[in-house]
Each structure stands twice: as structure tokens, then as C-alpha cells.
């Protein structure tokens, strides 16, 4: 008869956590700040079919690191909730603290069930406000926890020199090519000496105030994000 090992639940979550956070830091950081029009979305992704960054609802985006296919089942099933929402009750019943309670359940029973391995993903789900001082963004970690986003933050990658360098040069009330600058800037802190990360390479969006359209959410293009990282 074969004897079984006994895992304690303290190393067992321990192991969970670091075979999570190992996937997660394989691939380039994601950036969000807050500017003076809305919320900015700056990833480092060179595919143009792959986004790391989307649109979840008319004032919700949504951002992630990790394995491709985990986030995009989890940004799927992300609009398929608020759209039932929105359909069944009202379009401003959909917000961004619902869905990170959402994505929050999910992933913290992926987590702490033993039956499957943990996702290696971790979100930032962002809602533009009527005024900055409404604007919300959310992080969600691959155990299910969540903290909430103020002024700037980052996740994926060598997160922590990334946000060493936003948290010197970050300044409140941005304007968006200022923005741009600073947080793709911040991506290029994750080696020594610190690189250039140029244009071509990056998936940038917005959540903007300045839009008239009831949809908040608009990609800039490559030509748009040189021009920014010109001036």
C-alpha cells in the first residue's frame, strides 16, 4: 500500500500562491493611471489579435496579465454578466465593484479549491465617474483578493520597479499625453539600464470623459501614442 504524504493547508496555499505569481511575472506589466480625463490603460503587447487591454461596458474596461486564455474566459464571462444586468435592470446598474465581486468569487474558488490549479491572471477593472472623484479602479489578484486603485498602479512583470518610478513621477490631474509619457516610461524601469519601449509595441486605451458617446472606452492608435510620447 502506497503512503500518502500530508501537505499542511498553510504550504499547500503557499505553493498555490507561488505557482500563480511565477506565470504571472513571466510576461510584461500592465500599467493603469488616472489623468484628468478619465482612466488610462497602457500595456506592453506587441499582437495586434491578442488585447490584454478591452472594453467590459459602456463606462467599464478591463485589463490583465498572465495566461491569455484564463483572462479572456474571465473578460467573457465579465460581459456576459453585465450585459444580463444591464438588460434585466438598468445600464448604470452595471458597475466595476460589482464585477470585481464577480471576478473576485471566481477566483477565489479556483484558488482555494484543490481540484485544479490556480489561475495565473490578475485584473484591473476600471469605471470612468461622472467627475475624477468618482472614478474607480479595482485589482484583483489570482487568489481572489482585492484592493482598490488609487492615483496609479501596475500588476505583471517586474511590477515593483515599474511602481517605483510611477510613484516619483506620478503627479494627479495628468493630461493624457503627460500620462501616456509617464506610465509607458514606467514600463521600460523593469531592467537596468532602463529600456525604450517604442510605439509599435504597446496596446494603449482610455476610459474618457471628453468622448460624447455613451461608450467611455476608446483604443489609441499607434500614431496617436507616438505623437503623446513626442511631445
Known sequence: MSQQFYVSPEQLMKDRADFARKGIT??????????????????????RALHKISEIYDRIGFAAVGRYNEFENLRIAGVRLA?????????????????????AQTLG????????????????????????SHDQVYR??????????????????QSEQVEAYLGEHYAPGLD??????????????????????????????????ARPQPRKFKRMSDVDVAAALSQ
Open 109 to 132: 474558488t479556483i484558488f482555494s479549491s484543490g481540484g485544479e490549479k490556480p489561475y495565473e491572471v490578475e485584473i484591473f477593472v476600471g469605471e470612468l465617474g461622472d467627475d475624477a
Open 26 to 47: 513571466r510576461g510584461r506589466s500592465v500599467a493603469v493611471v488616472h489623468y484628468a480625463d478619465g482612466i488610462l490603460f497602457v500595456a506592453e503587447n506587441p499582437s
Open 176 to 209: 493624457l499625453a503627460a500620462a501616456v509619457r509617464v506610465a509607458v516610461t514606467a514600463l521600460g524601469q523593469d531592467v537596468e539600464p532602463a529600456r525604450t519601449v517604442e510605439a509599435s509595441a504597446l496596446e494603449v486605451a482610455t476610459l474618457s470623459r
Open 140 to 157: 484583483l489578484m489570482y487568489d481572489g483578493s482585492v484592493s482598490d486603485v488609487r492615483g496609479f498602479g501596475v500588476m505583471g512583470g
Open 83 to 103: 450585459d444580463m444586468r444591464g438588460y434585466a435592470y438598468d445600464r448604470r446598474d452595471v458597475t466595476a465593484r460589482g464585477l470585481a465581486n464577480a471576478y
